[in-house]
């Protein structure tokens, strides 16, 4: 079956970085492409990032645009997401979906404070 399965969240302080992966399962990986969402408290989900099945289009949302970067490695079934120069507004519990969002993983908790 289709499993998503995020790590890489924590607690880092503004100006920091981070880097969650998701390792992906039950599925032709790069026949997909990829998005990262979050949901922070009390807010609905976002869509962060997303990259083609073959990696070579992406997107963002502006909020992120020139601080974090989507990534994938086919070869590991494993997309990335860089986060450089974090706020304090970048924390929520990341996700990562296939394009479709009909599977979903169990989420990682970023919080960027001081």
């Known amino acids: 079956q289709v499993q998503l399965v995020e790590s890489g969240g924590g607690l880092v302080q503004p100006g920091g970085s981070l880097r969650l992966s998701c390792a992906a399962s039950?599925?032709?990986?790069?026949?997909?492409?990829m998005r990262w969402y979050r949901q922070a408290p009390g807010k609905d989900r976002e869509l962060v990032a997303g990259?083609?099945?073959?990696?070579?289009?992406?997107r963002y949302a502006d909020s992120v645009k020139g601080r974090f970067t989507i990534s994938r490695d086919n070869t590991k079934n494993t997309v990335y997401l860089q986060m450089n120069s974090l706020k304090p507004e970048d924390t929520a519990v990341y996700y990562c979906?296939?394009?479709?969002?009909?599977?979903w993983g169990q989420g990682t908790q970023v919080t960027v404070s001081s």
């Open positions: 979906t296939r394009i479709g969002e009909d599977y």
């Open positions: 990259i083609s099945g073959a990696g070579g289009s992406t």
């Open positions: 039950g599925f032709t990986f790069s026949s997909y492409g």
